[in-house]
């Protein structure tokens, strides 16, 4: 939702090959993005409601009391994640063993961590190295990358997860393409997104 595009050398988008195409679709990503996010925080703004209270969550189904995924009829593991009157789709999910709340973002290349998420797992924001560059709605921002030891949601597990920690401010932590690419599949179904492993 920040429109983020990542700029460190060799990354997907130049492994893509260079020339006027890519540019252009950057460039329409990043208004779709701005677009979406500044629809997101007005919204949720206008309705009073903190980003976090419970007419803003968006809930987990298929979540049995012990925090695993329900056997869908194909044998696969899911959870199904309702949209918000937005029409965003909000995960909690475990990292380093913290709860911490995200958009999904499927037009982010990484996970993106805001400062405070970033500090509620342990790392202490004042000695991160900031050496990426991003594009956001707002313009430039940078980011640190780090390394998350665990990141969970119901039974599914990633290890040794690479994510970026923003500088400054962000509404809320995004969960990007470098995690939902992990998920042997995430549809969307009418309001809900299903994630499957």
């Not at 996010?37 to 409601?49: F, K, N, Q, T, Y």
Request: net charge neutral.
């Amino acid at each position: 939702m920040l429109g983020l595009d990542f700029q460190g050398a060799g990354s997907g988008a130049e492994r893509w090959g260079s020339g006027l195409l890519w540019p252009i679709l950057r460039i329409a990503a990043l208004i779709v993005c701005a677009a979406v996010a500044i629809s997101w925080i007005v919204e949720s703004l206008a309705a009073g409601a903190p980003m976090g209270s419970a007419s803003r969550t968006m809930t987990v189904a298929n979540l049995s009391d012990d925090g695993s995924a329900n056997a869908a009829p194909n044998g696969r593991r899911e959870i199904a994640v309702r949209a918000n009157r937005s029409g965003q789709f909000i995960l909690d999910a475990a990292v380093n063993g913290e709860s911490i709340r995200f958009l999904v973002d499927t037009g982010a290349s990484v996970m993106v961590l805001s400062p405070e998420d970033a500090r509620r797992i342990g790392f202490n924001t004042n000695t991160l190295t900031y050496s990426e560059r991003y594009h956001t709605a707002n313009g430039v921002a940078n980011g640190a990358p780090v390394t998350l030891r665990e990141f969970r949601v119901g039974s599914f597990s990633l290890y040794d997860v690479p994510a970026t920690v923003m500088a400054r401010p962000i509404p809320v932590s995004l969960l990007g393409m470098s995690v939902l690419s992990r998920f042997s599949g995430h549809t969307v179904e009418g309001d809900k997104l299903v994630l499957s492993w």
